[in-house]
């Protein structure tokens, strides 16, 4: 009887610990479609709202997210910002080493002025990047990011066909996860703190 | 004992509420029920020219949403998000896209909205505002929006 205690035991122990090793091998696995082979995120600079001048370089050691949208937007652009502004107050301290750069695809209408408004709504650390309609057109195509302005007129004003992933650069300065708009801060929280290693 | 038959009262006055309130669903049935759920929009940018409204309808099979309306909004739309060819696009949603084949119509954020444009005050948390929908068969429905960060 005493040596079947023992025995039990001894099952229990080894399989607790078998347990918390496969628990820790096993990959963290992402919401987001991981490039198989993480390029150098393509650098640039741009004026922000906050009147710096901003690069994905600046933030070497941290994450950048970086989203292609525009401040007319209602549907889309406010579910992947408002995700993500939910997902740092998820993950606490570390959100300080997260920084959102939203690049306007309509550089038009969004002065920087109404991007700091529209960025601030959804959290103090975004960033609103704007500027010259060239300059951003060869950024997006960097991305593989494309956009197209739609007709409208001055009463119903015109939307932005544009694509609209959430692109992930890590520590290091590579572009590593991708997310579709609709991501959900419960998801897109644990690969922050991945990424953050 | 006193309670128990205060107990038992309840029981049948509930009782009764839950027949009057099935026979009230069923006759609103009739004449093209709907049951609107749900109602909600984000708060919105200090500056934001425009916003979106969200709910989920409960309507007669085939029942098509035509219009919606509200003193927030300049004027209002019927739209739909949509990814074509990568790209994500917004606009007017078509007769299909607004008919509740199964009876349920579900607007959602990146889906079907109503596209709230030349918003009169920007719109707060916490607050509500008047929201009336028309539906071919169920008819105007007056609904409130409540702003919800979600
Ligand atoms: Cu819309």
New interface residues.
Partial sequence: MKRLVIVLVAVVVVAAAGLAVTRSLRPHLYAGTVLQSPQPAPEFTLPAHTGAEVSPADHRGDIVLLYFGY??????C??TL?SVAKALDQIGDDAERVHLMMITVDPERDTLE?LG??M???DESFLGLSGDPDEIARIAALYGV???AGEGDE???Y?V????TLMAIDPTGALRVVYS??IGADALAPDLKELLG | MNKTSTMSKTSTMSKTLTVIVAVATLAAGCGGGASIDDVWA???????????FYFTATVDEGDRLVAAESPAC??T?L?I?QM?D??????PADTGQLTASDGTLVLE??GL?V????LVAPLVEGDEVDLTVTFEQAGEIDLTVSIE??
């Fill in positions: 401040t007319h937007c209602p549907d889309v406010p579910l408002s109404v408004d529209y601030g709504h959804f494309f956009y197209r009463s119903t004003g939307v066909d544009h694509t609209a708009p609709e | 984000r708060p919105s940018p200090p500056t934001a020219e425009n916003a979106a300049g004027r739309e739209h998000s074509q990568g790209l994500m696009t917004m606009r954020p990146g909205h596209m709230c444009m030349q960060d979600r």
